[in-house]
């Protein structure tokens, strides 16, 4: 029986994980499930539950693995990482041995969207700005349970992936407003990174933010719908969305005029002119939002260098399972070839 490739998308949220056939297509899993990742203790527990259901209901083909290649947010280092916000562990070579030896290869969750970006179609892709692409260097940001970043660097003839660890860079005000929103969450947490607003949890932080500074109005409902859900930051866009609350409005406005700015600094920082991707679980639903401008407004506010942001592209990603499609095409080598990964 001809072996499978287990492909996973980690987050500090959810994990999704699947089995594709080495010959098939990297966007046509034979089995899938997507779980909490909070309720497991480890990914090797998700893992050997998911490939213990699979079971026989594979088409005849093996269910082992024999190449796992699995994108995980947090830092990636010789093949291991901590997680970023889950209390995990990970070490290929451990989970190589989970697998029965199979080749191994861990990557951070935007290097592994990164791979998957040629995979999208133009139904996957929502422009934000059309700009005018030049030959050069691509960026992705990505904001959900945390805030990630990628670079892609062109060499001439492709596109390579390069991890980041830039949403956790030190959080630049550009107003007075925000100056007040830096003290604020100092004074919280002690340190202000991006991440910490450009977050699920920074969003429901940022609208504490204006409640307490006295910041728009709420009706009590919403006020009390926010301290009672277990994701605050979705009663926050709802609330924003249908019009329910100008907090929530003020809340989300502000949110994507931070977000559309990092995503300016890491544009620059990369040179991004061959074009900019938002990625993650916020931005999709804020999308009749980003469509009014904030975003791209923002992106392009950069003073001397504003004509070169500009030019810039920038789309936002429509599919949530990108990173799936692009762990899965690098154990298919559709990527690259190699990654460190055990054997």
Known sequence: MRRMILAGDVGGTKTHLALFDPNGSA???VADRKVSSAGFDSLEAIVREFLAGVGAGVGGRDARPAR????????????????????????AAAMSDVLGGARVDLMNDLESTAWGLPLLGDRDLETLQSGTPARGNRVLIAAGTGLGEALLVWDGGTWRPSA?????????PRDATEDELLRWLRAKYGRASYERILSGKGLADLHRFHAETGRGAEPAEVARAFAAAPD?????TAAALDGASERARLTVERFISIYGAEAGNLALKGLAVAGVYVGGGIAPRLLPLLRQGGFVRAFGDKGRLSPVLARMPV???LDDRTALWGAAA???NAGRTTHGGSS
Do not use: Y
């Open 68 to 91: 796992a290649v699995f994108g995980i947010a947090g830092p990636v280092v010789d093949n291991t990482v901590d997680t970023t916000n889950l209390p995990w562990h990970i070490d």
């Open 232 to 236: 605050p930051a979705a009663v926050v």
């Open 164 to 172: 980041s660890e830039g949403g956790h860079t030190d959080f630049g």
């Open 330 to 332: 690098v154990a298919m």
């Open 27 to 29: 966007r046509e899993p």
């Open 315 to 317: 789309a936002l990603i």
